[in-house]
């Protein structure tokens, strides 16, 4: 047990929301901690008694029934005390939200990143990385795993203010209701804007290629934190050191951070549904349009269409919804495969058995 930092279950993200989750699950009689690392299920978990390292009981292995059922970085969980620094988890608290990318090698097969993440930055440079398609895309993202969208753009100090004006126009053209604010993590311009969007108890991650200026946007952002991220003892794996990094950090005002190995690597070709959110415009649009299975390309009286001649929306702007639509249906029809897939093994299974009880084997 690590008795370096206390913190409380607050000071980590706990509210009465989750309270009441653990109430309406019958976990009054047990602990609750959230995990702040995985690795190849070993978890440690941090509780108000210090840092654990955890394994999930036999039941919860059991009865999982696929990689979302395992515990994530974020989430809550019931714990059982055994030794002085090691833990049971018992049961996973409901997600609040939850980012996810498709599972390794396994189509149609959901892995859990992070948990119970409020808020998500996006994160895009001014220079080579900045990509409107693609920030629509992390939008999805964030939309579809309900975690609400900053954007943030980076390195500031590389361009004029004229580039940069340009460049947050065509934001604001195609991006609505979400936070945008230009930073650089040089001459700190801009950070104390950010920093006014952190709030206590609530939990952040940051999303956007490598490269855009993520680890520099945390240290700019976890201010005097940072002496107690580092000074974190090591916990000791049962005789041997682990050096696990903590995947959880605590930033300024009380905002906590998630931010993973997975989560760096969420390709953002995952995003498949949240489109409507992204996109609302052409959704209210397609309203209007004559047809109701209007695919807005070619039919008469497409509002979309309409739209898109009067400058009313730009064209790249649907040209990227059609794009992701056609993703989101490629995605959808390989879950449904997978399902029927998975049906028809069921079916077969049940067969087998049925057979081999009739036949008295
Ligand atoms: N000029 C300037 N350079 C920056 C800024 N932010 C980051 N950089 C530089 O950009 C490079 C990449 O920054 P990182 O913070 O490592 O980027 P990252 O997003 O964490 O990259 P990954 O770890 O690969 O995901 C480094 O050389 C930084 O010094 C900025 O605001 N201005
Ligand atoms: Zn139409």
């Not at 696929?66 to 994530?72: E, I, L, N």
């Not at 920030?135 to 939309?143: A, G, S």
């Not at 005789?239 to 300024?252: A, D, N, S, W």
């Not at 390709?267 to 489109?275: A, E, H, R, V």
Request: with cysteine; aromatic share 8%.
């Amino acid at each position: 047990m690590n008795t370096t930092v206390n913190m409380t279950l607050q000071d980590l993200g706990y509210n009465n929301y989750f309270e009441k989750l653990r109430i309406d699950n019958n976990l009054k009689d047990f602990e609750i901690g959230r995990v702040i690392s995985e690795q190849k299920e070993r978890y440690i978990v941090k509780s108000e008694k210090g840092e654990f390292e955890a394994e999930i009981t036999g039941n919860l292995r059991f009865s999982a029934k696929s990689r979302k059922d395992f515990p994530a970085v974020g989430d809550w969980v019931s714990l059982i005390y055994h030794e002085t620094d090691f833990a049971v988890i018992n049961s996973i608290l409901p997600r609040i939200s939850t980012l996810s990318r498709q599972a390794v090698n396994k189509f149609g097969e959901l892995q859990i990143i992070a948990s119970n993440i409020d808020y998500g930055l996006i994160v895009q440079s001014v220079n080579r990385d900045f990509n409107i398609n693609r920030l629509e895309r992390y939008l999805t993202l964030c939309y579809t795993s309900r975690i609400e969208p900053i954007i943030v753009i980076t390195k500031t100090d590389l361009t004029d203010e004229e580039n940069l004006n340009d460049l947050l126009n065509k934001i604001k053209i195609r991006v609505k209701n979400v936070p945008l604010i230009p930073v650089s993590n040089e001459t700190k311009e801009g950070i104390d804007k950010l920093k006014k969007l952190l709030y206590k108890g609530k939990t952040y991650c940051l999303l956007g290629s490598s490269g855009v200026g993520k680890s520099s946007l945390i240290n700019s952002l976890i201010g005097e934190s940072r002496m107690k991220t580092a000074n974190i003892s090591q916990s000791i794996d049962r005789g041997k050191h682990v050096t696990t990094r903590r995947e959880l950090i605590p930033m300024i005002n009380g905002a906590i951070l998630i931010d993973n190995p997975g989560m760096r690597e969420v390709g953002i070709t995952d995003s498949s549904l949240g489109i409507e959110s992204t996109f609302e415009k052409i959704y209210d649009l397609a309203q209007s349009c004559k047809f109701s299975d209007c695919t807005h390309t070619s039919e008469i009286g497409c509002a979309v269409q309409l739209a898109i001649d009067n400058g009313q929306i730009e064209k790249s702007h649907f040209e990227n919804f059609l794009k992701m639509e056609r993703e989101k249906e490629h995605y959808e029809s390989a879950v449904a495969e997978k399902r029927r897939k998975d049906k028809d093994f069921g079916k077969m299974i049940k067969h087998y058995k049925k057979t081999k009880k009739s036949n008295n084997f």
